[in-house]
């Protein structure tokens, strides 16, 4: 759990580091990652999974060189999707080998890229990319391990824009109409490539474990048609990430114990039924691992009460540091942390400082009512997706990532200068 506390002046702490000191410190707003609490998530997901499974942090959650070297001593492996991640991953001396590479539109300078570092598997996502890979793999000399990401037809209850194996999507290799087997056909002629197995992923932010169980069934129903067909037995799955976390106190999720044994129970049960021997299990947790271990911590701006409606309260950031609002009408909490109030809450909208009326950090929350200008208010659940996909617009520097742990407080990104910004601007 978080390392989250209350000091006796009513000051927010974390990692044993008051929130009032950080913002001196570091300035707002500013993503503030509890190193402690990153480290034992990560740690209870390869717990939990055993020695027979692997667990790859998904990177696009959030990634930064501190976090590559945490997951690397915690044991786990990472998931890259662009060649920008694959270049983190190494510079921060991730082993090759334990490095997925994803994505459904690798360039062929990527793909060159991985295979020269020796990537432990290159996830293919069509037709072209089977043999675009082979080939590349094959003018290096080598033979490169690969999954074949199916899509397996679930529709997972979540955001549209986040689901990803219902048929109507850009990813992967259909199940239906025999795709998924002739994919496999064409990797296995190939000497480039060395099939490991199949990958399925379908979505993001789910509760409900019974899209994993469908996905399972079917993607063993897959092994077992390879088993007759080639009589071969791949060695491996990936079930892929995308297991919820609690943004508001309505959300429940699961525990990675749960998360492990449900899969591996299913899975086995699966392959029971198909008398195929129980492969390897893979999963790709971002959200789960790095969402709960941080918050955004702003400085409120400016107060406008509008009568009847609620108080819009803008803070120093805003749809630049989070569009998941914007993008997804994701929900989230807020709470003041500089100090305590007894004053009556008031309905407030969290609103940024962008030039559109859509830049809402937080849609509906409660503040006290004697908020001022001054005052910090964080925002919880933001290690996920927040600065990972930050934007400049309106040209407003993206902020800093602060690393506490037992005290200590430091930069693991730092906050964007204006110097950063004019240095792409060479015309
Ligand atoms: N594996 C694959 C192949 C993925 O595409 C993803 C996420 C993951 C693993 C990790 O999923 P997670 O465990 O973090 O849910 N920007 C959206 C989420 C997009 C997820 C994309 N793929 C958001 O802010 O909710």
Not at 126 to 148: C, D, M, N, T, Y
């Amino acid at each position: 759990a978080q390392t989250v506390g209350r000091g006796e002046d009513g000051v927010v702490t974390v990692g044993g580091i008051d929130v009032k000191r950080i913002a001196e410190e570091f300035g707002t707003p500013a993503y503030v990652l509890d190193e402690t609490d990153f480290r034992a998530r990560a740690r209870a997901w390869r717990t939990a999974f055993g020695q027979d499974a692997d667990v790859f942090y998904a990177g696009k959650a959030f990634l930064s060189r501190a976090v590559v070297r945490w997951l690397h001593e915690e044991g786990l492996n990472l998931d890259v999707c662009s060649g920008g991640e694959l270049a983190t991953a190494l510079s921060a001396g991730m082993p090759a080998d334990r490095i997925a590479f994803h994505g459904n539109n690798k360039s062929a300078e990527e793909i060159r890229r991985a295979v020269t570092a020796g990537v432990g598997r290159i996830v293919l996502d069509s037709f072209q990319e089977i043999v675009r890979v082979a080939h590349i793999a094959q003018e290096l000399g080598k033979r490169q391990r690969v999954q074949i990401r199916i899509t397996v037809g679930v529709e997972a209850h979540t955001h549209e824009f986040i689901a990803t194996a219902h048929e109507d999507q850009k990813f992967g290799i259909p199940l239906a109409g025999g795709q998924a087997a002739e994919a496999v056909r064409r990797a296995l002629q190939l000497d480039g490539l060395e099939l490991i197995g199949i990958h399925s992923h379908i979505g993001s932010q789910i509760f409900d474990m019974s899209g994993f169980e469908v996905a399972a069934h079917r993607v063993v129903g897959l092994l077992k048609d390879i088993r007759d067909e080639h009589g071969i037995e791949l060695p491996e799955i990936d079930l892929g990430g995308g297991l919820g976390i609690a943004y508001t106190s309505d959300d429940d999720p699961r525990e990675p114990h749960e998360i492990a044994k449900a899969l591996t129970e299913i899975v086995t049960r699966e392959c029971e039924g198909a008398r195929l021997r129980t492969p390897r299990i893979s999963v790709e947790p971002g959200r789960a691992i790095v969402g709960p271990t941080a918050f955004t911590l702003y400085e409120v701006g400016t107060i406008k009460p509008l009568d009847g409606l609620r108080t819009y309260v803008s803070v120093d950031g805003g749809m630049s540091d989070n569009i998941r609002t914007a993008l997804y009408d994701a929900e989230y909490s807020v709470s003041l942390v500089s100090r305590t109030s007894d004053a009556a809450p008031m309905l407030a909208r969290v609103v940024g400082k962008h030039c559109e009326s859509g830049d809402i950090v937080v849609k509906d929350a409660f503040l006290p009512g004697d908020l001022a200008p001054g005052d910090l208010i964080a925002v919880p659940a933001t290690g996920a997706y927040c600065r990972s996909m930050a934007s400049n617009y309106n040209h407003v520097l993206r902020p800093p990532v602060v690393a506490v742990s037992e005290g200590e407080a430091r930069v693991i990104v730092r906050r964007e200068t204006e110097e950063d910004l004019l240095r792409l601007d060479v015309g």
